[in-house]
């Protein structure tokens, strides 16, 4: 059975930082891995896909990559602002699917708070 | 807004009763996804559409929850006799269900608190 752990659970830094959060999955069989922005009561943002044949992927100040082969991922946000407060899921698509299956298994989660 | 769209966003019950959700997804999508995301947890599977067949139900939807797509088109889902442990984000997402890297687009959710 796939799990997916995101380290750290929670994570505080002033404005203006370079920071990285982790997630690592425990079956490397992935199709794609998908990270989403969730903010407080509100449903899934999608920030990045990844295929399963990429090693990243960047939209502006976000950059993610992805090495199957050792389970991880890592989404790199550069010069962090207030409005990035938020919860950063990463979530993986199963194996053999064509990136068609949308049953995916997340993270808990890492609780990011930017402070001014 | 040609997003997936989910009704209500909130929802407060007493416990025993019964509750439904709705779901539409993006138009031209025939794959629908249902997922639960309780306190400090990621989102978890419950069920998933091909148009209107019902193809797979994670353990975690007891015989008090039961989902429909009548048409293909939009989706319901029913949890009957609530219990305090239901109290959830209800999540709703849709694709097109057809090979390629394309990224999972959600609804903004139902919160349900049973009280």
């Known amino acids: 059975k796939q799990e997916v752990t995101q380290i750290p659970a929670a994570l505080s830094v002033p404005e203006g930082e370079n920071l990285v959060l982790n997630c690592s999955f425990t079956?490397?069989?992935?199709?794609?891995l998908q990270w989403f922005r969730q903010d407080p009561g509100k449903g899934l943002t999608s920030l990045l896909l990844?295929?399963?044949?990429?090693r990243e992927q960047t939209s502006g100040r976000l950059n993610a990559s992805l090495d199957k082969s050792s389970g991880r991922s890592t989404l790199y946000i550069a010069a962090s602002q207030p409005g990035d407060s938020a919860t950063y899921l990463c979530a993986v698509f199963p194996p053999n699917s064509g990136g068609s299956n949308y049953k995916l298994t997340f993270g808990k989660g890492t609780l990011l708070t930017v402070n001014p | 807004d040609t997003g997936v769209s989910q009704d209500p966003r909130h929802k407060i019950t007493k416990r025993g009763q019964n509750v439904t959700f709705r779901c539409d997804p993006i138009?031209?999508?025939?794959?629908l996804y249902w997922y639960r995301q309780t306190l400090g947890q990621g989102p978890e599977f419950l069920t998933y559409?091909?148009?209107?067949?019902?193809?797979?139900k994670s353990r975690l939807l007891s015989d008090r929850f039961s989902a429909e797509r009548p048409k293909g088109s939009f989706s319901t889902l029913e949890i009957q006799r609530t219990e305090q442990g239901d109290s959830a984000m209800y999540l709703c997402?849709?694709?097109?269900?057809?090979?390629?890297?394309?990224?999972?687009?959600f609804g903004q959710g139902t919160r349900l608190t049973v009280v």
């Open positions: 990844i295929q399963s044949s990429q």
């Open positions: 997402a849709s694709s097109l269900g057809v090979t390629g890297a394309r990224a999972a687009f």
């Open positions: 138009s031209e999508h025939n794959r």
């Open positions: 559409f091909q148009n209107e067949a019902q193809l797979e």
């Open positions: 079956d490397s069989a992935i199709y794609n």
